[in-house]
């Protein structure tokens, strides 16, 4: 397995696959007129691409746009304004996983809170959650689910085994969404002009590749299931870029040593079993039908948003945020004014900029220097 890792990574093997990719890319952009335009949906892909450097190497050659890959980023203002409500109630613990805690609300974070004296802590899995309910009776522990088809099946695993143990004194804060709705949202969107997109690896091992189909079938569009290596990324190019000069538009899945065509039919079962489809908000993208989820009424036992009283006020954005353009992909992190100078990883203003899978963040971390340089 190491050996098969290891030829991802292998330089030589990119490099000589970059120089057809950029071949490929100047083909394309001589027959659109202008560079052709992918979004990365994943951000882990984001991460991938700004550490390589992969944007500024295809500057004027072809645009790569971030989408709202990032779980932590897309979770809607008003949820995290609830989560920071729970923080509050007496006996109350809050669990989640690290980067949400970070997170600014209206009013507050969970960091603020836990400064402040409230029971909020980072756990690896909500395992170790029903096992801390399990140890601490006294407690009610609310894990906040947030994530996409790839956390997902682990939450409702945690549901089962709650059930199973008789631990009465945990629940779930299910802000838990689907990613592809949210492509679907965005391809429906007519700003937005893209010519293909790479799709998520772990998302697209839950739901298989046909999940994605409507991307070639209703918006014409070619799109690739990618792992995150340099050399899977230059292969997902290499396919748009050769199926736009063939006037293709197909899904295809080159993440084979880990995603199935069919996906993971026992997690979706598993997903199915907890919880409902329901229309949810995301944040910088408006209310998306049929996108998220909350936990069946079988399970209001567990379900923290009917088992305990959240306090609900209208949310206030921070100005001059422009999470949401990131999120849709119609601005570059450089673009929003506050970008490091006002919004730091220290002081974030946006989730983009929090969480380690966010645009901002791996922009701050990896491009800042095109900023700093003047976008040369
Ligand atoms: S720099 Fe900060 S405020 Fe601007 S879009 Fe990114 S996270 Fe939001």
Redesign the pocket.
């Known amino acids: 397995m190491m050996l098969a890792l290891d030829r991802f990574c292998d330089g030589e093997l990119s490099r000589k696959l970059a120089r057809k990719v950029f071949g490929l890319a100047d083909q394309v952009a001589e027959r659109l007129g202008r560079p052709a335009v992918f979004m990365e949906v994943c951000g882990t892909h984001t991460v991938s691409i700004s550490r390589m450097g992969l944007r500024s190497l295809l500057a004027g050659r072809l645009e790569l746009r971030s989408g709202p890959g990032c779980p932590v980023c897309v979770t809607d203002h008003q949820e995290i304004d609830m989560m920071v409500n729970l923080a509050r109630l007496p006996g109350v613990t809050v669990g989640t996983f690290g980067d949400l805690v970070r997170v600014p609300g209206s009013q507050s974070s969970l960091e603020r809170e836990r400064a402040g004296g409230a029971d909020v802590r980072v756990f690896y899995s909500p395992l170790d959650a029903v096992a801390f309910a399990e140890a601490n009776p006294q407690k009610e522990i609310v894990f906040l689910g947030i994530g996409f088809e790839t956390t997902i099946p682990i939450v409702a695993l945690s549901l089962a085994q709650a059930r199973a143990r008789g631990v009465k004194n945990f629940s779930i804060f299910s802000a838990h969404k689907l990613v592809p709705p949210a492509v679907r949202a965005l391809l429906s969107d007519p700003e937005l002009k893209l010519d293909g997109l790479i799709l998520p690896g772990h998302v697209s091992a839950v739901t298989g590749r046909r999940a994605f189909d409507f991307i070639a079938q209703e918006y014409g569009l070619p799109a690739v299931i990618s792992g995150f290596e340099p050399l899977d990324i230059m292969i997902a190019l290499h396919e748009l870029l050769s199926q736009l000069l063939c006037g293709e538009a197909r899904v295809v899945n080159k993440y084979t040593r880990v995603v199935r065509e069919e996906g993971n039919p026992y997690a979706r079962d598993r997903i199915a079993a907890c919880f409902a489809v329901v229309d949810v908000s995301w944040r910088g993208l408006g209310v998306i039908p049929q996108s998220g989820l909350l936990l069946r009424e079988t399970l209001r036992d567990f379900d923290a948003r009917f088992k305990l009283n959240i306090e609900l006020f209208p949310p206030r954005h921070p100005s001059g945020?422009?999470?949401g353009e990131?999120l849709r992909g119609k601005l570059l992190?450089l673009d929003?004014r506050?970008?490091g100078n006002v919004?730091t990883p220290v002081h974030?203003?946006?989730?983009?900029?929090v969480s380690s899978e966010g645009a901002?963040a791996a922009y701050y971390r990896f491009e800042r220097s095109l900023l700093i340089g003047g976008g040369n």
């Open positions: 945020c422009a999470c990131v992190p929003c506050l970008f919004c974030p203003v946006g989730p983009c900029i901002c």
